[in-house]
Structures are given as C-alpha cells and as structure tokens.
C-alpha cells in the first residue's frame, strides 16, 4: 500500500453476513438530480461500492417503486433544522436515501455513507443528519509557482503551473475527492506570499483549468494575492488602496477572474506582514486594504480573507501583542464581505500557545481561524505529531468575552457574535509525494482538520478512531495501539521540543534546535527572545511588571495565567520569568522539571515505537515500514533536542542532570557543530 488512496480505500468487506446487509441495498442507485456535484457523488458511490461490495451498482435516474438502492436526492422546501450544505442519510421505502438541500450536501452525504460502510457500521436503523458549523472550510497552499512549496515535506507542489491549462493532471481529481469527503469547500492555491503572477491572464486561465476541477466537487478556488501587484504587474506608479486608478486596476482584474472562473472563491492576503507590500506603505490601514479589495468584489459572491499576521519590527515590543494592537482598534472598520483570518496563537503555529487574544475581541469583524497543518514546527515530515488536540485546545479555550463559555470555537463558528461569514483555513501539509503527506501519518492532520471545520465538538479520539479504521487497519487492537500512540504524540513532542511554555527555539530551518541563536536582523528573529534564559530563570514575563500582554484577554483568563504559582505548567513560562530553583506543582525545582521533561519525551518515543510495533501484523507492511523507520529518525532527533536544550540551559542555571537521567554523551559544542551541519547551504 503506497498510501495514495488515503482514507477513500474502499476496502472489499468481507464479513458476509455484513456484506449482505449492505447488498440490499446495492441494486440501484437512483441519481435523482441533475448536476456536476450531484455526478460526482454518484460517481463516487458507484466506485465505492464497486470496491467494498465487488460489484458494478447500476445507476438510473429514476426509482419509482423500487426498494433495494441509493436514491440521491435534492431536498426543496424549507428546512430550518438544515443548512445548505447539510445532509440527511435516512432509510425510506427500503433505499438508503441521502438528502441535501444543495448538490453539495448530497456529497457530503455520499461520502458519509462509503465511511459508514468503510468503518463496518451496520445499516440497520441507518438515521444521520449533520450540517457545517462553519461555511468557509478551506485549505491554505503556500506553493509557489516555481512548485516548491514553503514549509512543505511532501515534496513539491501538486499543480503543475507549467503543463496547465492544457494538461490537467488526474490527481487534482483525487485531491478534490478526498476533500470533499471531509467536507472542506475552499482551496486557496497560492502561498500567502504571493506572486503577482497569479494576476496575469497567462496564470488566471491555468487556474480557471484548476478550479473546474474543484467545482465538480464543491469546492471553491481562491488566489492569494500581492498588494503591490497594481505596480508590479499592472504598471502604475503606486499600489494605494485609495487611489482611483489602483481601485479601477482591481476591480478590472477581479472581472477578468470571473470571466474565467465564474465561482472564484475570492483572494487571501498577507499585506504589511514579514516584508510583503501592504496598505500601509501608503500610509492606510489594513482596512482601507481589504475593503478596497472587497469592492472589487461586490457584483460578485467572493470574499476578501484578511491575514492578522503581523508583527512590526520594535526592538522593544512584545510580538505577542502586535496582531491585536494593530486590528482591535478596526474593530467594526472592515466591510461585510471582508473575513480576518487570525492564527491560532499570538506567535506563530507554536507546538503549544495560548489562544490569540483576537479571539473574542473584534466583535464586528467575523475572525476567521487559521490552523497550520503542515509540521514547521513539529518536526516536518519525520515527527509524529496527531495535531487534532493542538486545534481543540484552541477551539475549546475559554475568551469569557461574554462571560463563561464563550469559547473560540463559538467566535469562529459565528454563534457567539453573529457573524453570517465564517471560516477555518488549514494551512495544507500535502504535495506530490506518492503518499501525499510524506509521513504516513501525517495524513490524519488533513483528516482531523477537515472533520473538525465541520463539527469543531469532534473528540480528538473520535477522529482518530476514524481515520485509522479507514485508513490503517480494521483490527480493533491494532487499531487501539495506534490511536494511543497518536493520541499522545503531541504532549510527547512538546516534551522534547518546547516544554512549560517554552517557544520558538530555531530561527532560519525551524527545525534544528537552536535556542542559543542570537544574530538575527531584528531581536524577535532571534531565540533568545522567546525564552530570557538567563543566570536567575527561564520564560517570558508577559505579566504587568513585564510586557503585560496578558492585559488583552478577559480578567478570568489573566486570571487563569497571571501568578506563576497558579499557571498550568504547560504556558508556565509563556508568562512568567521563573527562578531555576522555584519549586513547581510536581515537588521538583523548575530546572530539574525541564530536565524531566525533556528526557522523559525523548523516551517516550520509544514507547510510540512499541505502540506501532504491536499493530504490526495488522498492517501493510510499506506502511509499517516507513513509519517504524520514521519512528526511529524520531527518536534520534529527540534526544538531539533533548540534549541541544539541557546542555544549552545548563550553561544558566548551572545545575547537574538530574540523578536518574544519563547525562548527555556529547557537549554543548558538540551539539552545536551537529545543528551547524543542517545549516550548511
Ligand atoms: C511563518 C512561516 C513563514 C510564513 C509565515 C506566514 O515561517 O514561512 O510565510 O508564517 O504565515 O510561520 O505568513
């Protein structure tokens, strides 16, 4: 198995009283509507079934009568209990009808059936009904043109620019299958910093060959943008957002779009952010950006999705309160079509951080959330990190802007300020490996992401059940042993890489420990920023007597972070500066709970390695393989990270290893010389 199929495998059931069950109902089925989207899921249930049952399922149009099928079926009326793309799956008149008010939903529905049918669930009293919780459910591509894609480990990127529009490679079809099937609506195809390129009529029309691909399964295609592009490629002397000329050049450019993509999703902008031109080189605000953008867009149904990623270079300013400072105050500024697409943390995709302080904060403005599924901090493609636990722990975080219980999830889904636009982007973690996320089990994290912008109230566990009954094993042990391991992955990860609220220990390749690194242009492109290591203690006072960041969330959540005693070790030092001998909730000394943490992480790897090597003999042995072998690639990083970060921090604190921990066999040099080597160009 070379993993190219994903979790759509579609499996020959081979339980024969099961299979039987499923064959009454695999006479017909009935496509009672018309429509690409409506095509596209009979062609899906056809093949599906074809696979699991062994069996070629007629399909007609109509099934007056006749009981033993499928009927896909386009529900009219209104149904209050029902949103557009929601669907229906019920048994009626002996057939298994799958319901939607759109062509979308009967997708939906389609692919819910095959998972019920691929997890061996039985039909009998077969009643399910679900509907999005957020409408905008997309995936982000930073792929650029040249096919490398930044922060990408699965080698380049899946479109082609070169060969389209003329050759439109099949695996776009199979990317839009498995997305649909979880229920994801949107692709933005570009890295957020854009080539104006993608402006030109030579690149809209290769992405209009893209995007009629996409819609035959719902989804939406959307084009990062370049602000400055007006300049760039447009030829004007300026990019400002309230120049006549610069508004004329867009609006033209978002008409040309839709001459070729009738259903363009619309444009992601990352503007005044790392060095990309942005509004405010003209002295404008980010509003003045996106609703210039935005009225490009009214005769038309796109939208304008506006990144809060930034952080100005101020030697003395706390990046952790940049986003927030910059955009809380155009709170109720931005026009309705514009979305704020805020990451998940202040920082940047850290393996853990404390909710964005956005969040809850912008009531006027619908806040989108970004996640990032691809691994930059996680250890890339050779890590084991299952990361649904990093997005519900975002998700069920507390903001109280309305007193208890208003969660993210509830500002991201619009439920707690009416927002009408919703969003979650997933910044995607696939390329053209065979597999397509290069570790094996990296699959689940495009998995768990679109499940959980349908239904953010999924369990972590429940997801991961899931994706391993569909995608590894059916054996119920085996399958327990790998959804531990998964389960655990990121805490473990977090131990050897950035306990207690540790963060942000690499610059350039974020990937090799380098929490010594101090050269960088500005103080917050160094490491050193992010944890204050110093003779007296270790992390961030972000408490008032230091940068009070913590002022930006709700009194109950200050209070949750403000005194060191009281702060949950895992952000103890996401806000506190705390003494190496400070005595923490465990009984130990904070130093010798770092030392624990890292040299327990590191060993726990080992354990992650048992877990895989009990599932053994229920797996595809290429499958087994290449994870065990990553496993081991793990483990060995983990304890360069273990001892990158001991010996590093022994040179403050100035204390031994822990009895019971092996001190390391190498030196603080030694270490350093070995980071060195993977910065070599
Ligand atoms: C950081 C990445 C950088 C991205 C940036 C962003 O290191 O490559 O361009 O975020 O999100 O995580 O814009």
């Known amino acids: 198995d070379d993993g190219y199929r994903l979790w759509l495998k579609y499996e020959l059931v081979k339980n024969a009283s099961l299979k039987a069950e499923y064959l009454k109902y695999a006479t017909f089925i009935a496509q009672t509507a018309e429509g690409d989207i409506v095509q596209s899921a009979s062609r899906e249930l056809h093949m599906g079934l074809s696979k699991l049952l062994g069996k070629s399922v007629h399909v007609t149009n109509s099934f007056e009568g006749k009981s033993g099928g499928i009927v896909l079926k386009l529900e009219s009326g209104p149904d209050p209990t029902q949103q557009a793309e929601g669907y229906r799956i019920q048994l009626a008149g002996g057939n298994i009808v799958v319901s939607s008010k759109s062509e979308n939903g009967i997708l939906y529905g389609t692919f819910v059936l095959l998972r019920h049918m691929q997890m061996r669930l039985p039909v009998k009293g077969l009643s399910l009904a679900s509907s999005p919780k957020v409408r905008f459910r997309m995936l982000n591509h930073w792929d650029n043109p040249d096919g490398t894609i930044e922060r990408g480990y699965a080698g380049q990127s899946l479109w082609k620019w070169y060969e389209l529009p003329e050759r439109v490679d099949p695996r776009y079809t199979d990317y839009a299958r498995a997305n649909a099937s979880v229920g994801i609506n949107g692709t933005v195809l570009n890295n957020v910093n854009a080539s104006a390129r993608f402006m030109s009529q030579e690149y809209i029309v290769k992405v209009a060959a893209v995007a009629n691909v996409m819609r035959k399964y719902g989804i939406k295609t959307y084009l990062s943008v370049y602000f400055a592009a007006p300049k760039t490629l447009g030829g004007l002397t300026t990019s400002d957002p309230l120049d006549p000329q610069v508004r004329a ?114 009531p006027k403005t619908p806040l989108g959330m970004e996640f990032q599924i691809t691994q930059e901090y996680l250890g890339f493609a050779t890590h084991a990190v299952y990361e649904a636990p990093i997005f519900k722990e975002c998700l069920d975080s507390d903001t109280y802007v309305n007193g208890e219980g208003s969660t993210v999830a509830k500002v991201v889904d619009g439920s707690l300020h009416g927002y009408a636009r919703t969003l979650m982007a997933g910044v995607a973690n696939t390329g053209n490996s065979r597999n397509w996320t290069g570790h094996p089990l990296a699959q689940a994290n495009w998995y768990a992401f679109g499940r959980l912008s349908w239904d953010h109230q999924l369990s972590s566990e429940h997801i991961a059940h899931e994706w391993v009954a569909l995608t590894l094993t059916e054996n119920q042990k085996a399958s327990g042993h790998i959804v531990k391991l998964m389960l655990r992955s990121r805490e473990i990860y977090v131990d050897y890489n950035t306990p207690l609220g540790l963060s942000r220990p690499w610059m350039g390749v974020h990937f090799a420990p380098e929490p010594w690194e101090n050269k960088g242009s500005r103080p917050d492109w160094t490491a050193i920023y992010y944890h204050r290591a110093d003779s007296v203690g270790l992390g961030f006072d972000r408490t008032a007597s230091g940068s009070n960041a913590l002022a930006q969330y709700r009194p109950q959540v200050q209070q949750q ?54 599932a053994k003999g229920s797996l595809d042995p290429q499958i087994y393989t290449d994870v065990a072998e990553r496993l081991k690639v793990q483990r060995r990083e983990a304890i360069w990270w273990r001892d990158a970060w001991v010996l590093y921090l022994q040179t403050f604190a100035r204390q031994p290893i822990p009895a019971g921990f092996e001190p390391p066999k190498r030196t603080l040099e030694e270490v350093k010389k070995s980071v060195n080597v993977y910065l070599i160009r």
Not at 273 to 297: V, W
Not at 333 to 355: L, M
Not at 575 to 599: I, N, P, Q
Request: hydrophobic residues 40%.
């Open 249 to 362: 050049w867009w609006k033209e450019k978002v008409a040309e779009i839709y001459k070729e993509i009738p259903d363009f999703g619309g444009f992601l902008v990352k503007a005044n952010s790392e060095g990309e031109p942005g509004p405010q080189d003209y002295g404008r605000t980010h509003a003045d950006g996106a609703n210039m953008l935005a009225e490009a867009f009214k005769p038309y149904d796109g939208i304008v999705v506006w990144r809060a990623f930034v952080y100005k270079a101020d030697p003395n300013a706390d990046r952790f309160k940049a986003a927030y400072e910059e955009f809380v105050p155009l709170d109720g500024k931005f026009d309705p079509k514009v979305i704020v697409q805020v990451k998940n943390g202040p920082i940047d995709f850290q393996p853990r951080e404390p909710f964005s302080p956005l969040f809850g904060n912008m």
């Open 561 to 614: 972070w403000n005194h060191s005693d009281q702060t949950p070790l895992p952000y103890l030092l996401w806000f506190h500066h705390v003494r190496w001998d400070k005595k923490l909730s465990t009984g130990r000394s904070l130093w010798a709970e770092l030392c624990t943490r890292f040299y327990t992480g590191a060993d726990s790897v080992v354990w992650m390695q048992q877990q895989w090597d009990l």
